[in-house]
């Protein structure tokens, strides 16, 4: 499943099936993004980031992809669990701004067992 | 270490009470932040503490006070809330602000809820 359109807040994925999350992100001299992981009444909990020099990078079963060109960040989940149910945030971060996180608007994920 | 402990997590308070919400972490972390989050949105940042002095507030409202005792405790001094400043409340720390990047650890946040 792929959430599609950059402003899409749900996404509904079969368990075991691939997912994306994309995110559109607000400023070209961001050099930093991070992907955070929220679930029901916790705080946000890293899941992965990357660099503005790098175009991809490999986690556990996650793997974040970064098109400078459109200002376009996905996060890939492999084999979606129902342990990653959650509200998945992506964040950027310049140093013109404090290295203030600037954060999108969220996508929820919902996996279907 | 590797927490950041938020108490409490849950907190009713009429529109006339003063309470406190507070915060620890024992990671030798010296930048500490304070978010507000309404429902199904971002975090909004509110306050960084770098090495125990306030370096940033977002224009945050005077009926929330940030106060930093040491380098492991925040407290957020509430009074005078009004109902729309029910939300949950996160606290995050990082190494220092220039290190804030895989290095935030956010709390699990205080449900208030003000009535």
């Known amino acids: 499943g792929e959430s599609v359109g950059l402003h899409l807040p749900t996404l509904s994925v079969q368990e075991g099936d691939n997912s994306i999350i994309n995110c559109a992100y607000s400023?070209?001299?961001?050099?930093?993004f991070i992907w955070y992981k929220q679930e029901s009444g916790k705080g946000p909990q890293f899941i992965i980031d990357?660099?503005?020099n790098m175009d991809k990078r490999q986690g556990q079963r996650v793997t974040v992809l970064l098109n400078k060109t459109v200002k376009h960040l996905s996060l890939q989940i492999a084999a979606t669990q129902p342990g990653d149910s959650a509200v998945y945030f992506c964040?950027?971060?310049?140093?013109?701004?404090?290295?203030?996180?600037?954060w999108g608007l969220g996508t929820s994920l919902a996996v279907n067992p | 270490d590797t927490e950041v402990t938020q108490t409490p997590k849950h907190l009713v308070m009429g529109m006339t009470n003063k309470k406190s919400l507070k915060c620890e972490q024992h990671?030798?972390?010296?930048?500490m932040y304070w978010y507000k989050q309404k429902a199904k949105k971002p975090p909004e940042l509110m306050f960084v503490?770098?090495?125990?002095?306030?370096?940033i507030n977002e224009s945050v409202p005077s009926r929330f006070s940030p106060e930093c005792p040491n380098s492991s405790l925040l407290n957020l001094h509430l009074h005078a809330l009004q109902p729309e400043d029910s939300a949950l409340y996160l606290c995050?720390?990082?190494?220092?602000?220039?290190?804030?990047?895989?290095?935030?650890?956010f709390g699990s946040g205080t449900r208030l809820t003000v009535v």
């Open positions: 503490y770098s090495y125990e002095k306030l370096s």
């Open positions: 990357i660099r503005s």
């Open positions: 995050a720390s990082s190494q220092d602000m220039e290190g804030s990047m895989r290095g935030y650890t």
């Open positions: 400023n070209s001299a961001s050099d930093y």
């Open positions: 964040a950027e971060i310049f140093a013109g701004n404090n290295r203030k996180l600037i």
């Open positions: 990671m030798g972390h010296r930048a």
